[in-house]
């Protein structure tokens, strides 16, 4: 049968859309096998899929762990990609740096946004949990992120953030970099109040932000 | 110096915590009969596997005084002004403070899923996790409830609920009086600097034993506006459900009573 590459894309955007990481990995295969670039892969096969399921997930039609067998389908047909990624020049869509803040251990919420960036092209530098202020600083400093992301899920450490940010400003960073915060406690009101750019209240809009702040950083 | 030796092993075993697949789904976030893919059923049918052979459930109660329990209550002095629990414990009729963990291997698992790239199993293993956990908490309401019952064989109108350091206003830090007095460190739970539990997947509070109503509050504290929660509504909704079980069930005696 001879290599379609309309449905092959199709395909390849509906096997992430249904979280079947066998087949985007088989069609990722047999779309490098016919000579279709790593790129064109990503941005008419995967990538279209992986909006699909970020749309009906804010909309309510799709569910987290929906989303989650998605985003494993996108990294298996990533991970095929990655050699041919890595040899051209094709730029992430951002470089976002991640950690849960100081005296919280919490990071399955964290994760999760991780996984769903990567998913969508992103490089994501993840601290860990319980990140000290200053490790978060050196971090920015160092890796010079678009993007810094922090997760509490205790109210009682949700006043790290703010710490983080002031230190931020101290350190002359903060115009260089775009903040995010989130995590079960935490508001959009207090989001604002502590100089955060955006809040996002689940994976999906973190990621929809993230391409958004992104984006205004590299225009 | 408070002190009790009123203390026990909470009989608690795997068979107590295993959560069911709609109640991991719900945990995630899928309302209560959505329609879900095979895929995604395999997913946390799978991660219930794993929990299975994973999770080490201990717990460790000890029965206290109210006046036991004010001095725990206050902990360090963060508590929010005014709380429910504090017009809530002086009404009980008994007191007991516990603790539960499901073990260091099972937190493991779940970084070492996520850590490997496979969040998707990582995460419903946690939600798994998350309700064995509240599952074990309520055994340990009925565990306390049996107790009471087997001394106090008519106890009709009473009921068993647990309140946790760092929710409603009982501020985190009341966890260091807490741990002092039940001495959880023996069923392998630790407190850190911070006040968080190690494992992780660990749960601890207090069990209040009184009439259902003592629990039934209006959620309007400063510290319900940031909870994403309001667990606290479905908790007084299964209490009033409860209760109009029980009167029925009364009423059916009565009517079987006056039919003789």
Request: hydrophobic share 40%; with cysteine; proline share 4%.
């Amino acid at each position: 049968m001879s290599f379609d590459k309309k449905i092959n894309f199709e395909l390849a955007s509906n096997s992430v859309i249904r979280g079947n990481d066998e087949d985007a990995a088989q069609l990722t295969q047999e779309a490098l096998a016919n000579g279709i670039t790593a790129k064109e892969f990503l941005d008419f096969g995967l990538i279209p899929g992986m909006d699909v399921v970020g749309a009906r997930f804010r909309d309510g039609d799709m569910f987290l762990p929906e989303v989650l067998l998605a985003a494993r389908a996108m990294k298996a047909g990533m991970e095929l990609l990655k050699p041919e990624l890595s040899k051209s020049d094709i730029k992430p869509a951002g470089k976002v740096v991640i950690g849960t803040v100081a005296g919280d251990l919490h990071d399955i919420g964290k994760n999760i946004v991780i996984y769903m960036l990567e998913g969508t092209g992103f490089t994501v530098l993840d601290l860990g949990i319980n990140v000290a202020t200053e490790t978060f600083i050196s971090a920015v400093q160092q890796h010079q992120p678009h993007i810094l992301g922090m997760s509490a899920f205790l109210t009682t450490t949700m006043p790290a953030m703010r710490q983080v940010i002031e230190s931020l400003q101290k350190s002359n960073l903060r115009e260089g970099v775009k903040v995010i915060v989130g995590g079960a406690p935490v508001t959009e009101h207090f989001a604002h109040e502590i100089g955060s750019d955006a809040y996002a209240e689940d994976a999906g809009t973190a990621v929809t932000i993230c391409k958004r702040l992104a984006r205004l950083d590299n225009s | 110096m408070i002190c009790s030796d009123m203390s026990r092993i909470v009989p608690l075993t795997i068979t107590e915590v295993m959560p069911k697949p709609e109640s991991v789904l719900m945990q995630m976030g899928v309302p209560r009969r959505a329609a879900v893919s095979s895929a995604v059923q395999s997913l946390v049918e799978n991660a219930i596997e794993i929990l299975s052979q994973y999770a080490a459930p201990a717990g460790v109660m000890t029965e206290i005084s109210e006046k036991q329990f004010t001095i725990v209550y206050a902990g360090e002095g963060c508590n929010a002004r005014d709380t429910p629990l504090e017009h809530i414990f002086p009404q009980a009729r008994r007191l007991a403070v516990y603790a539960l963990t499901l073990g260091e291997k099972i937190s493991g698992k779940i970084a070492g899923l996520c850590n490997s790239g496979d969040v998707a199993l990582g995460g419903a293993l946690d939600a798994a996790a998350s309700v064995a956990a509240d599952n074990g908490s309520e055994f340990c309401e009925q565990f306390f409830y049996n107790l009471i019952a087997k001394k106090q064989p008519t106890i009709h109108d009473t009921c068993v609920l647990a309140y946790s350091p760092g929710y409603c206003g009982w501020h985190v830090t009341g966890q260091k009086k807490l741990f002092q007095l039940l001495k959880p460190e023996r069923v392998g739970i630790e407190l850190n600097d911070n006040c968080l539990m190690h494992p992780i997947k660990s749960v601890s509070g207090v069990l209040v034993a009184g009439a259902r109503e003592i629990n039934y509050f209006e959620p309007h504290w400063d510290f319900c506006e940031p909870c994403t929660t309001y667990s606290c509504l479905q908790r007084m909704k299964n209490l009033r459900v409860l209760a109009k079980q029980t009167m029925t069930e009364e009423d059916n005696v009565i009517r079987q009573e006056n039919k003789f």
